[in-house]
């Protein structure tokens, strides 16, 4: 499970580019692209695994 947070937080603070801005959305993002299978569209407010996205959010902020 580790190494799947790690792995999602490096894709997470890759995608959100240097400012970091957009880290929590971004973090969201790949959380949700890891369950469904894809990046969410515009609308998509299928559930994620709040858990699992609140881990990718830590661990990428802790790589900046």
């Known amino acids: 499970m ?3 947070i ?3 937080a490096e894709k997470a ?3 959100s580019g240097k400012s970091k801005k957009e880290l929590e ?3 969201w993002m790949v959380v949700h692209e ?3 299978g894809a990046m ?6 299928r ?3 709040e858990e699992l996205y609140l881990e990718v959010l830590r661990t990428a902020k802790e790589m900046i």
Request: hydrophobic fraction near 25%; glycine fraction near 0%; aromatic fraction near 4%.
């Open 2 to 4: 580790e190494q799947l």
């Open 40 to 45: 969410p569209t515009e609308y998509d407010i």
């Open 34 to 36: 890891h369950k469904h």
């Open 47 to 49: 559930e994620i695994d």
């Open 25 to 27: 959305r971004t973090c």
């Open 6 to 8: 790690q792995k999602l």
């Open 13 to 15: 603070n890759v995608l």
